[in-house]
């Protein structure tokens, strides 16, 4: 499988059920170890992600190493997104990660709140991507092109705030996302009702982006490199790979290109150093020194 582009930036959140109520509030990493232990006292821990080694479940482990908790502490399950709420509403977790609008709808339910969003652990993080198999990228390549230049049509027009309320009532339609349209809605505008009578948060410039004036969707070898370093770190990979000939290897950024320069679209600069807001600094080139620290 190949990486082609990148769909969107931000919109996901770690979600925390009603046990956590008082206990933790929005963005209060301080104080989540000593509620993890409180909850714990009467019960067992367990958080949600939607798949082994996808974004919610490197989110997840970047929260919790964040929050000084050991992820084998806790326990931590596989479910499908839409059957986040429903799970949490029988008990079967006390917390998920997963992507909009999921954790809007476990407020709006009052099942549980939303404790933070990626765009607050990483601001304008990559999260979701076009990927196509081998073959279709080396022997249609035109074809690719086409259909990467129809969805960069679609993130601009999506980007258009004015848009969003149109694709929210395509969204809520029982053959999409079936949710209710008032959640699509509200998290689409980066309107966050947090829930546990923590009020709204608003999001200005790190809501949900699909374009974002060219930011968004460029392809980076740096991105591959550092999921590949998350692996390392939480135990995915029992040694280090050859990060640079994987990336090489996965990312089209020669396709991205030609797309990009045949629709005016700019390319982001890659293999840059960079930093999330609970890590130490990332540099692309020279993994080592990170996974020392990220690894203690």
Known sequence: MKIAMVLNNNGQSITLSKDFCGLVGFKELGKVAAAVKNVQSR???TFA???PGGTHDIWLRNWLAASGINQKSVGIITIPPPQMVANMRVDNMEGFCV???WNGLAAAQNVGFTHISTQDIWKNHPEKALVVNSNFAATDKEDLKKLMKAIIEACVWLDNMGNRKKAAGWLTKPNYVNAPLQVIEAR???NYD??????VKKYKDDYMTFYNNGVVNTPKKSYAIWFLAQYVRFGYLKSEPDYKAIAEKLILDDVFAEVAKEMK???QPDMQPFKTAFDSPFDPNNVEPYLKIAKR
Request: charged share 20%.
């Open 43 to 45: 019960k067992e821990v």
């Open 194 to 199: 947090l829930g546990c009578e923590l009020g």
């Open 49 to 51: 992600m939607t798949f």
């Open 265 to 267: 679209v700019p390319i």
């Open 188 to 190: 689409l505008a980066g």
């Open 99 to 101: 992507g909009e609008p």
